[in-house]
């Protein structure tokens, strides 16, 4: 299996990285590693497989990010994600909202590093896939170098090779997973130290990041960037990403992309798939240019379009061509 490259990648967000939005991200970008939203165990084991784990190839390399802490059900998952295809299986240990917390994953998962380390364990020894987390660097309090490197030691010793670190640490109770998002101080400096004391793993940081030069600065200390509210608010910002950081000009413009997703979103309404269910992702397609509101405005007004009315979405594209206003803000 050839090495995945992760050097910048999109974040795992619920109800917003479903395989709609990574195909719509993928027209954009040919080098990003694109990942799933959380998807728990359960609803894996005992839901509709087909349509919760089902994409498209034009998406990879993507990877799947699961949420739990039953080793038995971890191990399930695995093989039924490796067979789906995926290139990737990522452990949830960062999120913080107190329904996750409930089913004890996410972010609580921090403060049990023996049961981690067992989960993850078990998980690299039942796929031929690579296993890698995604955490915090702490916890309420607890935002200590010597804590965060014990947790990474251990998560390396599983034969996990990569782990993501968000910035920041999680607030267990009294916030909301949105406030954990901001409130919590951003401290680059610790996932910095964090590569410098395990120079033989891959360590992504993540957190903030909105332009390519804060990309440059962070590759300079670490092995990769992985990007989230950045993209999806302004998805065309993997645009610049694409030119400066993987030296690609071959990129297509807004309008081809919107063309390509009139055709996608045909095929998908056949399937059953709603047009809202796809055109909400691509909202931010026009920020930052003249006729963006326009644009925005257009899609609120008609994409709870009922399948029968796919031949309202071919109007987007006329929206687009016929307005010359749409051009970026100097």
Not at 63 to 86: P, W
Not at 302 to 317: P, T, W
Request: with cysteine; hydrophobic share 35%.
């Amino acid at each position: 299996m050839s090495k995945l490259n992760r050097k910048i990648s999109m974040a795992p967000m619920m109800d917003c990285t479903d395989r709609h939005d990574r195909y719509f991200l993928r027209l954009i970008s040919k080098n990003i590693f694109l990942y799933s939203e959380m998807i728990a165990t359960g609803a894996i084991i005992n839901g509709d497989k087909k349509k919760i784990l089902e994409f498209s190839e034009f998406e990879k390399p993507v990877a799947l990010q699961l949420g739990g802490s039953n080793k038995k059900e971890l191990v399930e998952c695995c093989k039924i994600i490796e067979d789906f295809g995926y290139d990737e299986i990522n452990l949830n240990l960062g999120c913080p909202s107190k329904k996750v917390q409930k089913n004890k994953f996410g972010a609580c998962l921090i403060k049990e590093p023996d049961l981690v380390a067992d989960c993850l364990s078990a998980m690299v020894q039942s796929t031929k896939l690579p296993v890698t987390a995604k955490t915090r660097i702490g916890y309420d309090d607890v935002e200590d170098f010597d804590y965060l490197n014990l947790f990474v030691e251990k998560i390396k010793n599983t034969g996990v090779k990569t782990i993501i670190l968000h910035a920041r640490k999680a607030i267990l109770k009294g916030l909301s997973p949105k406030e954990n998002l901001r409130i919590p101080k951003l401290n680059y400096k610790m996932v910095y130290e964090i590569k410098k004391s395990n120079p033989d793993i891959e360590i992504i940081i993540n957190g903030a990041v909105t332009d390519t030069n804060q990309i440059k600065s962070h590759l300079e200390k670490v092995d990769g960037v992985m990007i989230g509210r950045a993209i999806y608010q302004s998805p065309y910002f993997l645009a610049d990403i694409e030119r400066e950081i993987f030296q690609n000009n071959d990129i297509l413009s807004r309008e081809i992309i919107v063309e390509k997703l009139i055709e996608y979103v045909g095929n998908e309404v056949k399937k059953g798939t709603r047009v809202n269910q796809i055109m909400r992702h691509t909202v931010g397609l026009y920020h930052g240019q003249r006729g963006a509101g326009k644009w925005k405005r257009y899609l609120s007004d008609n994409m709870m379009a009922r399948d029968s009315d796919f031949q309202k979405v071919k109007h987007i594209l006329n929206v687009v061509q016929n307005n010359e206003k749409i051009e970026a803000v100097t």
